[in-house]
T-cell receptor
């Protein structure tokens, strides 16, 4: 059974600081997603990481994937209050050549609070 | 274009009642997924449709839960004899093909009193 662990679960940081959220998963996959969720809202897609060594950046957020270590990171640079939200990583167990059906397994989420 | 839509946005029902939750995927998307998100948790997989057939229903918690997608587009999640533990946000997602990025709808918040 695929397990996805995120840490930390809660992160309070000051504006202007840098921090990294970690996402570890337990079985082979080369499809990892990062989502943002604001309170009472649905999931907003941030990054799609599809290969070992993939790195993507959007604004103050940068995500990377190491499939050998089964680790993804979401790095926050110079945080601003607008980044306050819950961030989820999700791993798709889909493997085309094995016929394993697609489904996302989510981490527990990291609640980020950026203080002024 | 239009995203994934779900109706109703909120549903309050009494314990023991039957409910139906509807999902309209993005037009042309062949794959459709249902997830359930309890308060303070990440979404959990319920069922996946490829076309009209359920390719994986391993996440349905018990036989009170059932889902259909008769024409390969709109899907309905049906819950019989609702229990208070069924209270959660039910999220629907669709993707162009299996294994492609999933786009989520706004969710239906189900409250069982």
């Amino acid at each position: 059974e695929l397990k996805v662990e995120q840490n930390p679960l809660f992160l309070s940081m000051q504006e202007g600081k840098n921090y990294t959220i970690y996402c570890n998963y337990s079985t082979t996959s080369d499809r990892l997603y990062w989502y943002r969720q604001d309170p009472g809202k649905s999931l907003e897609s941030l990054f799609v990481l599809l290969s070992n060594g993939a790195v993507k950046q959007e604004g103050r957020l940068m995500a990377s994937l190491d499939t050998k270590a089964r680790l993804s990171t979401l790095h926050i640079t110079a945080a601003v209050h607008d980044l306050s939200a819950t961030y989820f990583c999700a791993v798709d167990r889909y493997l085309y050549n094995t016929g394993t059906a697609s489904k996302l397994t989510f981490g527990t989420g990291t609640r980020l609070q950026v203080t002024l | 274009g239009a995203g994934v839509s779900q109706t109703p946005s909120n549903k309050v029902t009494e314990k023991g009642k039957y409910v139906e939750l509807r999902c309209d995927p993005i037009s042309g998307h062949t794959a459709l997924y249902w997830y359930r998100q309890s308060l303070g948790q990440g979404p959990e997989f319920l069922i996946y449709f490829q076309g009209t057939g359920a390719a994986d229903d391993s996440g349905l918690p018990n036989d009170r839960f059932f889902a259909v997608r008769p024409e390969g587009s709109v899907s309905t999640l049906k819950i019989q004899r609702t229990e208070r533990g069924d209270s959660a946000v039910y999220l629907c997602a669709s993707s162009l093909f299996e294994g492609y990025e999933q786009y989520f709808g706004p969710g239906t918040r189900l409250t069982v009193t």
